[in-house]
Protein backbone atom coordinates (compact mmCIF):
# COMPACT_ATOMS: atom_id res chain seq x y z
CA UNK A 1 0.00 0.00 0.00
CA UNK A 2 1.33 3.50 -0.65
CA UNK A 3 1.13 6.36 1.73
CA UNK A 4 0.73 9.72 0.01
CA UNK A 5 1.19 12.90 1.76
CA UNK A 6 0.80 16.75 -0.04
CA UNK A 7 2.50 19.34 1.98
CA UNK A 8 4.67 19.74 4.56
CA UNK A 9 4.34 18.66 8.20
CA UNK A 10 4.41 15.52 10.30
CA UNK A 11 2.01 12.10 9.68
CA UNK A 12 1.97 9.11 12.15
CA UNK A 13 0.43 6.15 10.91
CA UNK A 14 0.43 2.36 12.85
CA UNK A 15 -0.07 -0.50 11.45
CA UNK A 16 -2.68 -2.58 13.85
CA UNK A 17 -3.78 -6.17 14.55
CA UNK A 18 -7.38 -7.42 14.43
CA UNK A 19 -7.34 -6.63 18.20
CA UNK A 20 -6.28 -2.85 17.44
CA UNK A 21 -3.04 -3.57 19.01
CA UNK A 22 0.14 -1.18 17.14
CA UNK A 23 2.30 -3.53 15.28
CA UNK A 24 4.53 -1.01 13.63
CA UNK A 25 4.16 2.89 14.36
CA UNK A 26 5.81 5.65 11.87
CA UNK A 27 6.40 8.86 12.04
CA UNK A 28 6.92 10.93 8.41
CA UNK A 29 8.40 14.60 8.75
CA UNK A 30 8.60 15.70 5.22
CA UNK A 31 9.84 19.42 4.72
CA UNK A 32 10.26 21.97 1.47
CA UNK A 33 8.14 23.86 -0.41
CA UNK A 34 4.41 24.30 0.33
CA UNK A 35 4.00 21.80 -2.62
CA UNK A 36 6.21 18.87 -1.18
CA UNK A 37 5.03 15.68 -1.51
CA UNK A 38 6.17 12.25 -0.07
CA UNK A 39 5.55 8.60 -0.72
CA UNK A 40 5.77 5.53 1.79
CA UNK A 41 5.11 1.99 0.17
CA UNK A 42 4.17 0.18 2.91
CA UNK A 43 3.71 -3.46 3.56
CA UNK A 44 0.20 -4.64 5.16
CA UNK A 45 1.07 -8.46 6.42
CA UNK A 46 3.87 -8.60 8.78
CA UNK A 47 5.73 -11.94 9.76
CA UNK A 48 5.80 -12.78 13.55
CA UNK A 49 7.29 -16.51 14.95
CA UNK A 50 3.15 -17.49 14.59
CA UNK A 51 3.04 -17.05 11.15
CA UNK A 52 1.89 -14.31 8.39
CA UNK A 53 -0.28 -11.25 10.36
CA UNK A 54 -2.61 -8.91 8.31
CA UNK A 55 -2.65 -5.70 9.73
CA UNK A 56 -4.74 -2.51 8.48
CA UNK A 57 -3.15 1.16 8.72
CA UNK A 58 -4.52 4.26 11.26
CA UNK A 59 -3.68 7.48 10.36
CA UNK A 60 -2.85 8.75 14.03
CA UNK A 61 -1.93 11.96 13.33
CA UNK A 62 -1.47 14.09 10.39
CA UNK A 63 -0.10 17.65 9.77
CA UNK A 64 -2.86 20.84 9.52
CA UNK A 65 -1.36 21.67 5.95
CA UNK A 66 -1.35 18.10 4.86
CA UNK A 67 -3.58 15.63 3.26
CA UNK A 68 -3.46 12.26 3.28
CA UNK A 69 -4.76 8.57 1.47
CA UNK A 70 -3.87 5.50 1.46
CA UNK A 71 -3.49 3.60 -1.90
CA UNK A 72 -5.62 7.23 -3.34
CA UNK A 73 -8.19 6.82 -0.77
CA UNK A 74 -9.35 8.94 2.42
CA UNK A 75 -7.50 7.10 5.18
CA UNK A 76 -10.39 6.51 7.74
CA UNK A 77 -12.60 4.40 4.70
CA UNK A 78 -9.48 2.85 3.55
CA UNK A 79 -9.07 1.45 7.49
CA UNK A 80 -12.56 0.90 8.04
CA UNK A 81 -12.64 -1.34 5.49
CA UNK A 82 -9.35 -3.17 6.01
CA UNK A 83 -9.75 -3.76 9.53
CA UNK A 84 -13.11 -5.41 8.65
CA UNK A 85 -10.86 -7.67 5.97
CA UNK A 86 -8.16 -8.81 8.56
CA UNK A 87 -11.89 -9.34 11.12
CA UNK A 88 -12.20 -6.21 13.35
CA UNK A 89 -15.43 -6.10 14.84
CA UNK A 90 -16.93 -3.36 13.86
CA UNK A 91 -15.86 -1.32 16.99
CA UNK A 92 -12.99 -1.70 16.66
CA UNK A 93 -12.86 -0.82 12.66
CA UNK A 94 -15.10 2.69 14.09
CA UNK A 95 -12.48 3.70 16.66
CA UNK A 96 -9.31 2.49 14.24
CA UNK A 97 -10.91 5.01 11.52
CA UNK A 98 -10.84 7.76 14.59
CA UNK A 99 -7.33 6.73 14.75
CA UNK A 100 -7.86 5.44 18.21
CA UNK A 101 -5.77 2.64 18.97
CA UNK A 102 -3.53 0.74 21.76
CA UNK A 103 -0.24 2.40 20.81
CA UNK A 104 3.30 0.77 21.53
CA UNK A 105 5.35 1.94 24.55
CA UNK A 106 7.73 5.00 24.08
CA UNK A 107 10.92 4.64 24.49
CA UNK A 108 12.12 7.85 23.77
CA UNK A 109 12.06 11.18 25.29
CA UNK A 110 9.05 13.02 24.10
CA UNK A 111 10.15 16.44 22.38
CA UNK A 112 9.46 19.83 23.39
CA UNK A 113 7.01 21.77 21.75
CA UNK A 114 6.82 25.65 21.55
CA UNK A 115 4.42 26.01 24.02
CA UNK A 116 6.15 23.61 26.44
CA UNK A 117 9.08 25.88 26.22
CA UNK A 118 9.80 27.74 29.83
CA UNK A 119 9.27 31.59 29.59
CA UNK A 120 12.51 33.70 31.14
CA UNK B 1 17.08 35.09 -14.35
CA UNK B 2 16.58 35.11 -10.33
CA UNK B 3 18.25 32.18 -8.47
CA UNK B 4 15.45 30.28 -5.91
CA UNK B 5 17.29 28.51 -2.76
CA UNK B 6 15.18 25.29 -2.15
CA UNK B 7 14.99 22.28 0.12
CA UNK B 8 13.65 18.67 0.92
CA UNK B 9 13.67 17.25 3.78
CA UNK B 10 12.19 14.12 4.57
CA UNK B 11 12.57 11.87 7.97
CA UNK B 12 11.31 8.18 8.75
CA UNK B 13 11.03 7.29 12.66
CA UNK B 14 10.15 3.91 12.99
CA UNK B 15 9.11 1.26 15.81
CA UNK B 16 8.27 -2.35 15.92
CA UNK B 17 6.28 -4.08 18.35
CA UNK B 18 8.67 -7.09 19.36
CA UNK B 19 6.19 -9.84 18.15
CA UNK B 20 7.67 -8.95 14.22
CA UNK B 21 10.30 -11.33 13.42
CA UNK B 22 10.92 -9.90 10.02
CA UNK B 23 11.81 -6.16 9.41
CA UNK B 24 11.25 -4.82 6.70
CA UNK B 25 13.48 -2.67 4.21
CA UNK B 26 12.80 1.21 4.12
CA UNK B 27 11.85 3.13 1.09
CA UNK B 28 10.92 6.64 1.14
CA UNK B 29 10.54 9.56 -1.02
CA UNK B 30 9.92 13.25 -1.30
CA UNK B 31 9.53 15.10 -4.02
CA UNK B 32 9.33 18.74 -5.61
CA UNK B 33 8.40 19.99 -9.48
CA UNK B 34 10.26 22.51 -10.49
CA UNK B 35 10.80 25.36 -13.27
CA UNK B 36 12.81 23.79 -15.73
CA UNK B 37 15.73 25.69 -14.97
CA UNK B 38 19.34 24.92 -14.13
CA UNK B 39 19.58 23.12 -10.82
CA UNK B 40 23.18 23.13 -8.57
CA UNK B 41 22.97 20.89 -5.27
CA UNK B 42 24.93 22.29 -2.91
CA UNK B 43 24.20 19.66 0.07
CA UNK B 44 22.88 16.67 0.35
CA UNK B 45 23.09 14.85 3.96
CA UNK B 46 21.86 11.69 5.62
CA UNK B 47 22.06 10.85 9.46
CA UNK B 48 20.71 7.93 11.37
CA UNK B 49 19.95 7.30 15.10
CA UNK B 50 19.21 3.67 16.67
CA UNK B 51 18.62 0.58 14.53
CA UNK B 52 17.75 -3.19 14.72
CA UNK B 53 18.77 -4.50 17.90
CA UNK B 54 18.97 -8.77 19.33
CA UNK B 55 16.25 -8.47 21.99
CA UNK B 56 17.65 -7.42 25.29
CA UNK B 57 20.86 -6.37 23.83
CA UNK B 58 21.80 -2.80 23.83
CA UNK B 59 24.02 -2.63 20.88
CA UNK B 60 22.64 -2.46 17.17
CA UNK B 61 23.06 -5.83 14.94
CA UNK B 62 22.06 -3.49 11.88
CA UNK B 63 25.07 -3.35 8.99
CA UNK B 64 23.50 -0.17 8.01
CA UNK B 65 24.57 2.52 9.90
CA UNK B 66 23.66 5.46 7.65
CA UNK B 67 21.11 4.20 5.18
CA UNK B 68 21.28 5.14 1.53
CA UNK B 69 19.83 8.39 0.25
CA UNK B 70 19.97 9.52 -3.40
CA UNK B 71 18.41 12.42 -5.31
CA UNK B 72 17.27 12.08 -8.54
CA UNK B 73 16.98 14.71 -10.42
CA UNK B 74 14.81 14.42 -13.48
CA UNK B 75 15.50 15.94 -16.57
CA UNK B 76 12.48 14.82 -19.40
CA UNK B 77 11.74 12.05 -21.11
CA UNK B 78 13.18 8.69 -19.21
CA UNK B 79 16.17 10.94 -18.47
CA UNK B 80 17.33 11.52 -14.99
CA UNK B 81 20.70 12.61 -12.96
CA UNK B 82 21.86 11.20 -9.43
CA UNK B 83 23.26 12.55 -6.56
CA UNK B 84 24.17 10.23 -3.53
CA UNK B 85 24.81 11.62 -0.18
CA UNK B 86 26.95 12.80 1.64
CA UNK B 87 28.36 16.03 0.28
CA UNK B 88 28.68 19.40 1.13
CA UNK B 89 30.05 20.81 -2.04
CA UNK B 90 28.48 22.36 -5.15
CA UNK B 91 27.35 19.61 -8.19
CA UNK B 92 27.78 20.06 -11.86
CA UNK B 93 24.56 22.00 -12.84
CA UNK B 94 22.18 20.07 -14.43
CA UNK B 95 19.50 21.78 -16.97
CA UNK B 96 16.23 21.36 -17.32
CA UNK B 97 15.27 20.66 -14.00
CA UNK B 98 11.99 19.44 -14.42
CA UNK B 99 11.51 17.60 -10.63
CA UNK B 100 13.70 16.67 -8.05
CA UNK B 101 13.13 13.42 -5.70
CA UNK B 102 14.91 12.53 -2.44
CA UNK B 103 15.16 8.69 -1.68
CA UNK B 104 15.92 7.26 1.86
CA UNK B 105 16.37 4.00 2.19
CA UNK B 106 17.50 1.24 5.21
CA UNK B 107 17.71 -2.47 5.06
CA UNK B 108 15.40 -5.30 6.01
CA UNK B 109 16.02 -7.86 8.87
CA UNK B 110 14.39 -11.20 8.84
CA UNK B 111 15.01 -13.69 11.86
CA UNK B 112 13.95 -17.50 12.73
CA UNK B 113 11.69 -16.09 15.68
CA UNK B 114 10.99 -12.62 17.09
CA UNK B 115 13.94 -11.55 18.49
CA UNK B 116 14.47 -8.33 17.00
CA UNK B 117 13.92 -5.07 18.40
CA UNK B 118 13.64 -1.86 15.91
CA UNK B 119 13.78 1.93 16.71
CA UNK B 120 15.55 3.75 14.49
CA UNK B 121 15.31 7.14 12.72
CA UNK B 122 16.07 7.91 9.57
CA UNK B 123 16.71 11.53 8.37
CA UNK B 124 18.11 13.26 5.15
CA UNK B 125 17.87 16.82 3.67
CA UNK B 126 19.38 18.20 0.61
CA UNK B 127 19.77 22.08 -0.35
CA UNK B 128 19.91 23.31 -4.00
CA UNK B 129 19.57 26.07 -6.01
CA UNK B 130 17.70 26.70 -9.50
CA UNK B 131 18.18 29.12 -11.99
Known sequence: MDILIKGPGEVTVCLVDRAGKSMLRETLRVFGSQTVSARRPIELELETSKGKMRVSPVLVFCGDKQTVTFDGKEPAAFTRHRCKEIGCTDKEAEAAARGEIHHLPRNAPVRSSFASLPRP | ?131
Open chain 2, 1 to 131: MATIDLMLQLEIEQQLSTEVSSINAILAEAWTFLNGGTVTVTEIAVQKEGGVFGNNVATPIDDSPNGYVTLRMFTGGNNEVDFFAPSSVPSPPVQPGLAALLEVRDIGFTAPQNVLQVARKLGAHVYFQET
